[in-house]
């Protein structure tokens, strides 16, 4: 049975033979390396993200972050335990009381605080539509019912936290003392009830300044009552409507008429059945009125000063304590009152947060009237007046200071990141473990709070008075905040070497107290008086000891300050020892708790209620290009605000309180610097273009330069969930903007790929190649504008067939415009080759509406008749005329004509009609060149296949391959590309051939037999068109060249297009119209000629000059005609004119023929084949 006797503590053998230190040893090493191996593995993950990251790196991506708050799983009964169970008591239910305190004040920060001070925020006037605002108010509800119970609670918490003290410091002689209290003081108890306070005062002061808040409940109240006249309107039973409405005048009485802190101090504080005397407890009241004038005094001798760190949020505990006191126990130090609002001088204004501010002095007054009646009128203006002149001050010492803490912070920066890149000295390690502490706090933490206390004094005070900033107040306060992020960001990016450095001067601090602590133990067990006040002590000290021994959590620094207030008495310290245990003790709390501490005062959350400085802080750093970075620090703070803003409640998800922040951040940006800038860079990069005209003065000595590439090194800003990458905007707006006004004037190609050269030279921005087809200065016209004007492009340019060339009729301009094929192709390649169809289809359809004139023209009576006349006398003459048409009869007919009538610029119907037949060859002309363009466009792109002859299928390469689907959906496309290609280059499409299949049918119906005429219309035509070309050459010697043509070959088109249509070649040439032109010419030359003979013989001058013209003239015309008449027959060329339409229909029909029995033959076998493939 010895098991039984075995103490549940049992241990090893008690002959240590050593073995247990060995395994000890081999465990550490090993953790040891593990520890090294593991921070190499961080190490390497920085430096990967390093260069990808932002210069300012959002805290909630980090992959592995490092939480430096010391953590364990004891509890407070676990912790406290001494021998002394009446001490243990006490110290828990404090300990406990005071983790109460701040978990509630945690939640009120947080929650609550944000959940108010944004609501109604997100919803623009504009876009508030009517009954929003109940909607708000109804969604809030529920929120104010959480805030009301949060309320009661603090109510019970402070109650019980004044019974628990109460309870102690007893002025009752004859009842029992729990422990002897004389000398001890738990001045942390009253610290924490002072936080409490501080929270309800807060509470206050957000409701109070709410006027939107207030706004709202109105007008839901309002609501209610229309609710009460029809409830089955709203869905609502009647009976739920009463209930409701007592709630809400609960809540509202409560919460909204900023009593919350009036309520807690009136509270009921003396128990009704004789439990804990609260106001008449004397002894309690001295305590009370003590605890708060040490604490005062502590706070007072740091407030103001450079050192300072938590003393504000202490003042206004002590204040709310006062408060306090007073209502309990009506009695009030008018000399201590006088120090509290003496400090108003100092600090005039207290921000509790965000945005709220809060005066001392008017808190004060109005709570306490008795002792401020005591006080003259004159101290308590001259309060007033001196918050108005420090503003002043402040704003006139702001850029100072801006100078003085830009040369602090720097060089801390400098101090930290040599005091953390050298190696830790063994022989000096207690006094280098003291320097980074006093870098860490004293200098980084004591800036941070210096810093952010200015800025948001200095805001928040010039909102609450309602003065206005200056432009050097606003630049100034801005860099403050980039200066307080600065230090954060030198935290966080120095923190592995903070986090190693930190456990260890935590475990330095702790020796240090712990030495003074077992010095006054020693003290105390050498005193061999035995009492149980000394008992006391030394349990304290005890508690003190075992819990510093431990990880540097807050519940243990709360455990070993509460057991120190009860150690500490009987002159256990002496003066000297007491202060620097002090010390260490404060140091341990600040550094303990440094990540969160320096996050909690790099804070810039309160920026949102200050965001209208963010346009003139973008102008400034527009303006100033040189420190462009700083940019990183300011979107850092203004990221700040998102984590306050998920605990608003008033809309139906806080991402649309995110979405509108984001957007009205953005919309700034874009407005005040990206827009700016991209303006800018385009107009420098214009100007430098175009240097060669004459612009203002660029000289940068005169008129001063803008470094703007600066903007253009920034690592891309985080905001939300995007980065702004400036250098990305500018490029891409360059980009957009140089493709689409290259897309409106092609010709100006060159200067904007100039531009794309000098942006990427000059600012390092890699712009996209625009990949639209150049233009060239003598681009022409469109073809795309000549399709859409064809009716004006044919009356206004001449046709050149040998050269296949438009040339301008006449211009305004001292030169005239051509359009030859290679404007054409470089218009295809513009729009691509299917512009070619849509052009062939737009003269179809200019064509019939100029074969309506035609057929018109040919149906009148006085044309016919003629028409029909000179038929019939053609044929009675032909064979005494050796088939000949006679040119007097063309000349009669064209007399005749103009007899007809003539227009008022002297044209004759016959003029006119010459003019038609030139615009429709033109027309003619004009697809002969979009053929002639297409291939010309599409040997340019085919002239990179190797041979044409053989082109590899790259489809079935890529299915041999087995290649991805998307590889071989590319590879059938390029087969097919290829494809188009060489069949476009090689033929290209017989657009003459359709034009003139579509027309051919409806001109040789028998409804147009007298379209039939127009053979015998071609000679008089010709005479015409020959006497026009004559006068329109000699023109271009005059000096007035109105009128002047070299060219007008759309006649000859037009004729041998229409003779195709009506089939009349045959006709044409049985008339053998230019031999009998020949013929009678040569005849006159020769008369001419003989007659020169004859007359040089009489010497005759005048008569010799006269005969030198004539022979002259009669060359020109019979040149004229020959021209004509080559035009003519290589126009027909064109138009197949060596077949009549009876030889075209019969190929046609053999070719048919072909084709069936080809395919029969093919079916054939394919047939036989397939029994074979069964």
């Known amino acids: 049975m010895a098991v039984e006797t075995l103490s549940p503590d049992w241990e090893f053998d008690r002959v240590d033979d050593g073995s247990q230190k060995i395994h000890a040893e081999v465990q550490l090493k090993n953790y040891g390396k593990f520890l090294e191996e593991y921070t190499s593995q961080l190490r390497r993950i920085e430096d990967a993200l390093d260069d990808s990251i932002g210069d300012v790196w959002d805290f909630n991506l980090d992959p592995i972050a490092l939480k430096l708050l010391p953590y364990e799983q004891s509890s407070l009964l676990e912790l406290i335990k001494t021998e002394n169970k009446v001490l243990n008591k006490v110290i828990t239910v404090y300990a406990a009381l005071c983790c109460e305190i701040k978990k509630l004040k945690y939640e009120a920060e947080t929650k609550f605080y944000n959940g108010l001070l944004f609501y109604g925020e997100g919803a623009t006037d504009s876009s508030m539509v009517e009954g929003d605002c109940q909607i708000q108010m109804g969604r809030f509800i529920s929120f104010l019912q959480e805030l009301s119970c949060f309320v009661t609670r603090c109510y019970e918490v402070v109650v019980n936290v004044v019974h628990q003290l109460a309870a102690l410091y007893i002025s009752n002689k004859i009842a029992p003392k729990i422990i002897e209290t004389t000398g001890v003081h738990f001045q942390t108890m009253y610290e924490h009830l002072g936080e409490l306070l501080t929270v309800l005062l807060t509470l206050d002061e957000i409701i109070d300044n709410h006027i939107t808040l207030k706004d709202h409940w109105t007008m839901y109240k309002r609501l209610l009552k229309s609710v009460h006249h029809n409830p089955s309107k709203f869905g609502i039973q009647e009976e739920k409507l009463k209930p409701f409405e007592k709630f809400l005048l609960k809540l509202e009485g409560q919460l909204l008429d900023g009593t919350i802190f009036q309520v807690c101090i009136e509270q009921q504080f003396d128990s009704l059945n004789g439990g804990v005397s609260v106001s008449k407890n004397s002894t309690f009241a001295e305590e009370f009125a003590h605890s708060i004038r040490s604490i005062f005094a502590n706070v007072e001798a740091k407030l103001g000063e450079p050192s300072e760190i938590d003393q504000r949020d202490k003042y206004v505990g002590i204040c709310g304590l006062f408060v306090l006191h007073f209502q309990i126990f009506r009695t009030v130090d008018k000399k201590f009152y006088k120090s509290l609002l003496d400090i108003c001088k100092k600090v005039p204004a207290i921000t509790l947060t965000a945005n709220i501010i809060w005066f001392p002095d008017n808190f004060l007054i109005q709570k306490v009237p008795a002792a401020a009646k005591l006080l003259d009128r004159k101290s308590l203006q001259a309060i007033k007046i001196h918050r108005d002149t420090f503003l002043q001050q402040k704003a006139q010492s702001l850029t100072k200071d801006v100078q003085s803490y830009y040369v602090f912070v720097s060089s801390w920066m400098m101090k930290m990141e040599s005091i953390l890149s050298k190696e830790q000295r063994m022989d000096k390690f207690a006094e280098d473990l003291t320097n980074r502490c006093n870098i860490f706090i004293q200098v980084g933490f004591l800036y941070a709070y210096s810093i952010s206390t200015i800025i948001k004094t200095t805001m928040n005070l010039y909102m609450s008075m309602q003065k206005p900033m200056t432009k050097t107040s606003v630049k100034a306060l801005c860099r403050l905040v980039e200066l307080l992020k600065a230090i954060e960001h030198m935290f966080y990016r120095r923190s592995m070497v903070v986090a190693d450095s930190v456990s260890h001067i935590t475990q330095h601090l702790q020796h240090q107290a712990l030495n003074s602590i077992s010095v006054a133990k020693k003290r105390v067990i050498s005193d061999k008086k035995y009492s149980e006040q000394r008992l006391d002590v030394l349990s304290a000290l005890v508690l003190a000891e075992n819990t510093l021994n431990g990880p540097s959590t807050k519940q243990r620094r709360l455990i070993v300050s509460l057991a120190l207030s009860v150690g500490t008495q009987m002159k256990t310290f002496k003066d000297e020892e007491l202060f620097p245990l002090q010390v260490v003790m404060k140091k341990l709390d600040l550094i303990s708790e440094l990540r969160e501490r320096v996050q909690t005062q790099c804070d810039c959350c309160f920026l949102y209620w200050h965001r209208a400085v963010f346009p003139i802080y973008l102008d400034d750093v527009y303006e100033n290009a040189v420190d462009a970075a700083r940019l990183h620090y300011m979107f850092s703070a203004l990221r700040d605000c998102v984590p306050s803003m998920m605990h608003a409640r008033h809309l139906e998800s806080y991402e649309i309180l995110l979405e509108c922040y984001d957007k009205e951040i953005m919309e700034i940006l874009n407005e005040h610097l990206l827009d700016k800038l991209c303006k800018e860079i385009e107009k420098d990069l214009r100007l430098s273009v175009h240097t060669h005209l004459k612009l203002d003065d660029r000289n940068p000595f005169k008129v001063g330069m803008k470094d703007l590439a600066l903007f253009f090194s920034l ?50 921005l890699v712009m996209t190649e625009a990949h639209l087809p150049s233009q ?80 018109q023209f040919m149906y009148d009576e006085h044309i016919k008749s003629r028409l029909i006349k000179d038929i019939r006398f053609f044929r009675e003459i032909k064979d005494q005329n050796d088939h000949k048409y006679p040119f007097d009869r063309a000349e009669k007919f064209n007399r005749g004509i103009r007899k007809l009538g003539i227009t008022p610029e002297g044209q004759s119907y016959l003029d006119q009609f010459r003019q038609l037949i030139s615009q429709i060859g033109n027309a003619m002309g004009y697809v002969r060149m979009i053929r002639s363009g297409g291939l010309h466009c599409s040997s340019n792109a085919i002239r990179f296949v190797p041979d044409l002859e053989d082109i590899v299928n790259f489809e079935e390469l890529v299915k041999e391959e087995g290649l991805a689907e998307e590889t071989l959906k590319a590879a059938r496309h390029l087969d097919s590309v290829l494809s188009d290609h060489t ?48 006068s329109c050459k000699e023109k271009l010697n005059k000096k007035n060249k109105i009128g002047a043509a070299f060219t007008d070959d759309g006649f000859a088109m037009g004729v041998a297009y229409i003779l195709k249509l009506l089939d009349q070649y045959q006709e044409f040439d049985s008339l053998h119209w230019f031999q009998s032109v020949r013929e009678k010419y040569l005849k006159e030359i020769r008369a001419v000629a003989k007659q020169q003979n004859v007359q040089s013989a009489s010497q005759d001058e005048k008569l010799l000059q006269t005969m030198n013209l004539t022979q002259k003239r009669l060359d020109v015309y019979l040149q004229e005609f020959e ?16 077949k009549t339409a009876a030889e075209e229909n019969q190929e046609k029909k053999e070719k048919e023929e072909e084709t069936k029995a080809s395919s029969g033959d093919l079916s054939d076998s394919t047939v036989s084949a397939d029994p074979v493939v069964k």
């Open 1123 to 1138: 021209l004509l008449y080559f035009s003519l027959s290589s126009a027909r060329i064109f138009f197949r004119a060596d």
């Open 983 to 1030: 069949r476009n280059s090689a033929e290209g499409t017989e657009y003459f051939k359709m034009l003139v299949d579509v027309f051919a049918p409806e001109f040789r119906r028998p409804k147009n037999i007298h379209l039939r005429n127009f053979y015998i219309i071609v000679p008089p035509l010709t005479l015409n068109f020959v006497e026009h070309s004559i």
């Open 715 to 764: 690592n891309p800003i985080r905001f939300f969930n995007r980065f702004i990458d400036i250098r990305a905007y500018v490029t891409h707006y360059l980009d957009k903007t140089f493709y689409n006004l290259t897309t409106v004037a092609l010709h100006d190609w060159a200067t904007y790929s100039e531009m794309r050269n000098l942006a990427t030279q000059r600012y390092g």
């Open 776 to 855: 060239t200065l003598e681009q022409g016209l469109d073809v795309l504008e000549i399709m859409r004007n064809i009716h004006i492009f044919v009356s206004r340019y001449l046709y050149n067939l040998n050269n296949q060339i438009f040339i301008e009729r006449t211009s305004n301009n001292k030169h005239l415009n051509t359009i030859n094929i290679r404007h054409i192709a470089n218009s295809i390649r513009t729009h691509g080759t299917g512009i070619m169809n849509t052009t062939v289809n737009f003269t179809y359809q200019f064509l019939k509406k100029k074969f309506y004139i035609f057929s």
